[in-house]
């Protein structure tokens, strides 16, 4: 059974940071390549950060540079730590976790959500 738990979000100041954590069950963590996506009020869902099984990262033009994406082995996590922020990051964030991928894969951050079969339930993210 996959499960994806996130956590870390809340109200922040402009200009101030975040750490997103998203917890992956152990017999998933090893095999998925992990986005976070965003969906902020009256806009589709969209990705912001990839990782994949390789190592490599991307990013939304919109984060680079502000977002990076990480995982700690020791603890089955995935971080993604937001700094810079600014009113428009202001939305609902989700991890997705994505088997049976190769190791280079996503490719880029716009990856389409349908591409990933298992979803945390969301943390807000609130920058005023």
């Known amino acids: 059974h996959v499960q994806l738990v996130e956590s870390g979000g809340g109200s922040v100041q402009a200009g101030g940071s975040l750490t997103l954590s998203c917890v992956i069950s152990e017999d998933t963590y090893g095999d998925a390549c992990m986005s976070w996506f965003r969906q902020r009020p009256g806009k589709e869902r969209e990705g912001v950060a990839g990782?994949?099984?390789?190592?490599?990262?991307t990013y939304a033009d919109s984060v680079k540079g502000r977002f990076t994406i990480s995982r700690y082995n020791a603890n089955n996590t995935v971080y993604l730590q937001m700094n810079r922020l600014n009113p428009e990051d202001t939305a609902m964030y989700y991890c997705?976790?994505?088997?049976?991928?190769?190791?280079?894969?996503?490719?880029?951050?716009?990856?389409?959500?349908?591409?990933?079969?298992?979803w945390g339930q969301g943390t807000q993210v609130t920058v005023s």
């Open positions: 990782l994949a099984r390789g190592g490599g990262t």
């Open positions: 997705a976790a994505k088997r049976l991928c190769d190791r280079f894969y996503p490719r880029r951050a716009s990856v389409p959500p349908s591409d990933f079969g298992y």
